[in-house]
Nanobody, 117 residues
Framework: QMRLVESGGGLVQAGGSLRLSCAASGWIFGFNAMGWYRQAPGKQRDLVALIDSSASANYADSVKGRFTISRDNAKNTVYLIMDSLKPDDTGVYYC???????????WGQGTQVTVSS
C-alpha cells in the first residue's frame, strides 16, 4: 500500500529553522513531482514548494529565499528546510507526491508547524 510518512514538525520561535522529511513507500515505479502544501487554521491548503524528478523546484512567493526543497530519488524522500520562520508559516504541512503510472496523487497525514512570535 502506497503511503507517505512525514516527520520533523514542531514548535519554533520566529527566526528559527525546521527540517521536514517525507518518505514514500509502497510504490515501485517512483514519483514525478513531490512537495509540500500547508494549511493554516480556517484557510485553504496552499502550495509551499514542489520539486520534480530532475530536481527542478517551484516555490510559493511567500517562502522564496527562506525555504529549500530537495529530494533523494533513491530513497523516494523529499525534504523541506525552512529558515527564517515567521508566525505566518504556522500550519499543518502536508507531503504530496505524484506516483508514476498512477491516476491520482497521494498525500501524507500532515505534520504541525507552529512558529511563535
Amino acid at each position: 500500500q502506497m503511503r507517505l510518512v512525514e516527520s520533523g514538525g514542531g514548535l519554533v520561535q520566529a527566526g528559527g529553522s525546521l527540517r521536514l522529511s517525507c518518505a514514500a513507500s509502497g510504490w515501485i515505479f517512483g514519483f514525478n513531482a513531490m512537495g509540500w502544501y500547508r494549511q493554516a487554521p480556517g484557510k485553504q491548503r496552499d502550495l509551499v514548494a514542489l520539486i520534480d524528478s530532475s530536481a527542478s523546484a517551484n516555490y510559493a512567493d511567500s517562502v522564496k529565499g527562506r525555504f529549500t526543497i530537495s529530494r533523494d530519488n533513491a530513497k523516494n524522500t523529499v525534504y523541506l528546510i525552512m529558515d527564517s520562520l515567521k508566525p505566518d508559516d504556522t500550519g499543518v504541512y502536508y507531503c504530496y507526491a505524484e506516483p508514476v503510472r498512477a491516476s491520482s496523487p497521494v498525500w501524507g497525514q500532515g505534520t504541525q508547524v507552529t512558529v511563535s512570535s
